[in-house]
């Protein structure tokens, strides 16, 4: 490791920018000289390498995050997302145009540390080990379940829970709700009374059915990445700098090597080398963004929008995915107290729809709210049953806007491109609205509001999942695990092409899991920092497709 390291070692902020341990050359704007690993973004995965990576004191860490430090008051209440999308820790970026909807959509993802793990719906569920199984035979060798089922119980603290199945040191707080709230409880019995198997522990990967699924709640307050892994450590750590409004530009390619990164702060253009890895963790739109910049992509498109190519991997920005969803909203006879203790979502289904052939294919999930698209009408007082199709065929990309990193890029999800996935979304309409008129739900229930009694034929069926869809905001698959042309990575997360880059984010995932996507960006996270303590920075293989 680099030894010639130099720098502050007291934390600073300036100007509500955090800066840990950061040297000199950072606030002056020359180049910073002496890390061994820079990581880029300080969202959930970012959180987790960074702290871990620098568990080793003979290893100097840079964690480069785009938004604030600090987090927002509406974060610590598991019960206020929703109020969090939009704000200034989101994103908030807009889709294309779908063509399944003729209309964009919101696509809010998470900005400052900790990202989306400081704004999502707080469920930690891993998907049915069913989905995980499938990568395997994508290319990602050595990524089943049972090969990431070590690194899944090493983020998480899940007392209560098989040990055996699940971790019970990890740095994160798991479980499911203190005090249930009495609508979701008739809802998961309304599951059971019309034939869904009653789970144990659906967060785990091994059931399907209806359960509570754990929350990242300690304390009775939101636990993101940041809050687990990396904010106890910070004040400790010398060899651990983490500067925040620091927004990335272009990693710096040399001879087919990854030598350090670009990045605005503070008004200015600044650089960082590294000795050893460039780890690009932001997520599975703004990481193909950042390599695109950078000439890394595909090389026709790159010329289309004035970026000289550097490598051309054309698989860089394709096969974009996320869970299209669409909820079904009840009016309540009584009502539906809100409890900031939790978050609205606190159970989940898993089923198999006719069309599944190798596990579940649809998630259903109980709102203790009339949660449904703004443009839609509906209820101050009631609940809902959300579905989402669990393993969507269709596919979407992200593309560059224009060769400036600063402008937001070009986000397509093609939700329901796929005709199947419109028959899964179906199904799922068919099947919640079952749960919704069980006797169990007999108390509650006032009237369907959303879609409403009188939508049951085919055509008013597809004109509802057109005004209702929402996005689950689960992207992945941007930059796959595999060893085909498309692929970005290898198995050891390595960029095809070029030493000392990798990628430890949602974006090397080569499929949708059956399940919200936090817990296993964090399982992704922990075996990617465990590569990089063990595998030599730069072994000798052949860079392949320079442009």
């Not at 272009?250 to 590294?274: I, K, P, Q, S, W």
């Not at 992207?475 to 990798?502: K, N, Q």
């Amino acid at each position: 490791m680099n030894q010639g390291y130099q720098g502050l070692r007291n934390g600073k902020n300036i100007r509500g920018v955090l800066i840990f341990g950061c040297p000199k050359e950072t606030i002056t704007g020359s180049t910073i000289m002496g890390y061994d690993y820079i990581v880029v973004g300080a969202g959930t995965a970012g959180s987790v390498l960074a702290s871990r990576l620098s568990e080793n004191a003979d290893v100097h860490v840079l964690l480069l995050e785009a938004g604030e430090a600090g987090p927002l008051d509406l974060m610590a209440t598991p019960g206020a997302w929703p109020a969090l999308m939009g704000s200034s820790a989101d994103w908030a970026g807009v889709s294309t145009a779908q063509r399944f909807t003729g209309t964009t959509m919101p696509l809010p993802r998470g900005r400052g540390l900790g990202g989306s793990s400081s704004i999502n719906g707080l469920n930690f569920v891993r998907g049915h080990c069913s989905s995980y199984d499938r990568w395997p035979a994508l290319g990602a060798a050595g990524w089943g379940f049972s090969d990431l089922l070590p690194y899944f119980r090493r983020s998480e603290h899940a007392p209560g829970h098989d040990p055996a199945l699940r971790g019970q040191d990890g740095p994160l707080t798991v479980g499911p709700p203190l005090r249930p709230h009495p609508v979701i409880t008739a809802c998961v019995e309304a599951a059971v009374e019309v034939g869904h198997r009653r789970a144990d522990d659906i967060s785990g990967g091994l059931e399907t059915g209806f359960g509570w699924c754990d929350n990242t709640i300690a304390d009775g307050r939101r636990q993101s990445a940041a809050d687990a892994y990396l904010r106890p450590v910070l004040r400790d750590r010398p060899n651990l700098d983490v500067v925040t409004r620091a927004t990335v530009t272009r990693v710096r390619v040399t001879g087919g090597r990854c030598t350090g990164v670009e990045y605005f702060h503070e008004g200015l253009e600044r650089a960082a080398d590294c000795a050893e890895e460039v780890v690009l963790s932001a997520g599975a739109i703004a990481t193909p963004q950042l390599l695109m910049v950078s000439g890394i992509g595909p090389r026709d498109h790159l010329r289309e929008v004035g970026v000289e190519a550097v490598l051309h991997l054309p698989g860089v920005g394709a096969n974009l995915q996320d869970h299209p969803m669409s909820t079904l909203v009840y009016s309540s006879r009584r009502p539906v107290s809100h409890n900031p203790d939790n978050p609205p979502g606190e159970a989940v289904g898993l089923v198999r729809t006719g069309a599944a052939t190798d596990g579940p294919d649809l998630q259903i999930v109980c709102v203790s709210l009339p949660y449904r698209t703004p443009s839609l009408t509906g209820p101050d007082n009631g609940y809902a049953l959300g579905f989402a199709a669990m393993a969507p065929r269709s596919r979407g990309s992200v593309r560059l806007a224009a060769a400036d990193p600063r402008v937001m890029p070009l986000v397509d999800p093609n939700y329901l491109g796929d005709e199947r996935d419109v028959a899964t979304m179906r199904a799922g309409l068919r099947i919640a609205r079952e749960i919704g008129g069980a006797t169990a739900l007999g108390s509650w229930r006032e009237a369907e509001v959303q879609p409403g009694p009188d939508v049951r034929d085919d055509a008013a069926v597809l004109g509802y999942l057109r005004r209702s869809l929402l996005a689950y905001f689960h992207y992945c698959g941007t930059c796959p695990i595999g060893d085909d042309e498309m692929a970005v990575v290898d198995p050891e997360l390595r960029v095809h092409g070029i030493s000392g880059l990798r990628i430890a984010d949602a974006s090397v995932m080569p499929s949708l899991v059956s399940a919200n996507t936090n817990a296993t960006v964090y399982a992704i996270a922990e075996r990617a920092a465990e590569l990089l303590g063990r595998t030599p920075a730069f072994p000798d293989r052949q860079t392949q497709g320079m442009a």
